[in-house]
């Protein structure tokens, strides 16, 4: 056992690490140690179980190979995860996204992380794409990260950190969304696995980011309007995606299906009218359309594409920039740690403030060019001076 392969020892989902004799058989084989909280979530302990094990081998020296085993297995499966423990000379900022990041299983709201994200400039930010790490508009994560092993084996190390029996109720392979009930699941849970819950739906972190970034880049003037794609990517119903927006934060203001529908005018609707409107037809059809260029019953019956129906339209959520209550930004310091975007923002901001009560304490300004005028030079003052001059010679 103690020189066999890492293929030959498997973790199944209920925390157990099986041991398989034959190197060629996909089987997993007997149960020989159990994993259990340790001192970090992504570093359990190894107990070892009475069965399954040959006397011959050295208890203790089996347990140490299987700890190192467990360390590389979960090094390979959330090598991008175990990566952020050592973030090197990274700057404070970067090593602060990456620890938080390290503790929740590779996803962090962005709102806890906004002070963070605040200090960081283009080299900073270069770090963290570096290591993977997206800084979406609502939630910061590594998106490589939800493929179906990482998915379980974060499900099975969250289930052993917070002490929960096991196996976890894990999301399926590759499923992208589901519906669940808010009022019992576990949203720490499905968020740490890849799968945050909005609008009673847990759904895959990069479909979830699919649609957060449609809706950022459709919105205009603080609106849009809500697209069909939207509730494909997700695998609902339109009114489950007006459920995800709302969850979001985003406030529906027009729905096109709560207006009543149009009623036609009385002529188009009324039974003597459509008889007659049908037998002047039939009168005024021009005869050369009959025989054998007249139109098919074939034809009639072709399918007319029906036209999707318009979507809902939402008030686009504010962002931090726009909350109550921002202080000031002190000009004396500048804007030393922020890339240019967020410098953008801070003007924008500066600017819109500077706009309120402009009609108060205003006073005329003077404007002038140049260096300062004499009346002596005026060309009026100097052709005085001449035709005085004319008058004394």
């Known amino acids: ?98 620890f938080q990041l390290y503790e929740a299983l590779g996803i962090v709201p962005r709102e806890q992380l906004e002070d963070l ?86 759904i895959r972190i990069d479909m979830l980011d699919r649609v957060i970034s449609g809706v950022y880049d459709a919105a205009e003037g603080g609106k849009f309007k809500a697209s069909h794609q939207w ?32 009623i036609p005018s009385s002529g188009s609707v009324s039974g003597v009218n459509s008889i007659e409107g049908s037998s002047q037809a039939t009168e005024d059809k021009d005869p050369s359309t009959t025989g054998a260029d007249a139109p098919s019953a074939q034809d009639d019956k072709k399918v007319i594409p029906q036209e999707k129906p318009e979507l809902a339209t939402f008030r686009l959520k504010k962002g931090k920039a726009f909350a109550k209550g921002r202080p000031a930004f002190n000009k004396g310091q500048g804007h030393k740690g922020r890339d240019q975007k967020d410098q953008r923002k801070d003007q924008k901001f500066e600017k819109k403030k500077g706009k309120r009560n402009k009609a108060e304490n205003r006073t005329p300004r003077v404007m002038s060019t140049g260096p300062e005028k004499r009346p002596e030079d005026s060309p009026f003052a100097i052709l005085e001076q001449l035709k005085k001059s004319n008058e004394k010679s």
Request: net charge negative; glycine share 6%; charged share 25%.
């Open 1 to 98: 056992m103690l020189d066999a392969k890492d293929t030959q020892y498997t973790l199944s989902e209920d925390g157990q690490i099986h041991y398989q004799p034959l190197a060629s058989n996909p089987l997993p084989g007997d149960p020989v140690a159990m994993v259990v909280k340790g001192e970090t979530i992504l570093k359990p302990k190894v107990v070892m179980l009475d069965s399954g094990v040959s006397t011959t081998v050295d208890r203790l020296a089996l347990r140490a190979h299987l700890e190192g085993w467990l360390a590389r297995h979960i090094a390979s499966v959330l090598e991008l995860l175990v990566a952020l423990e050592d973030m090197g000379e990274a700057k404070a900022p970067v090593k602060g996204i990456a």
């Open 117 to 202: 994200i605040a200090d960081l400039d283009a080299d900073d930010r270069k770090d963290l794409r570096a290591k993977r790490i997206r800084l979406g508009p609502i939630l910061v994560f590594i998106p490589a990260l939800n493929k179906p092993a990482a998915v379980r084996l974060r499900a099975l190390l969250w289930g052993l950190w917070n002490e929960k029996d096991l196996p976890m109720d894990c999301p399926k392979d590759g499923i992208v969304s589901f519906a669940l009930d808010e009022k019992t699941v576990d949203r720490d849970f499905y968020q740490a696995v890849a799968y945050p819950v909005y609008g009673g739906r847990a």
């Open 231 to 262: 509730a494909e990517w997700l695998g609902s119903t339109i009114d489950g995606l007006y459920a995800v927006l709302e969850a979001m934060g985003h406030q529906k203001i027009y729905d096109p299906a709560d207006t009543p529908d149009v």
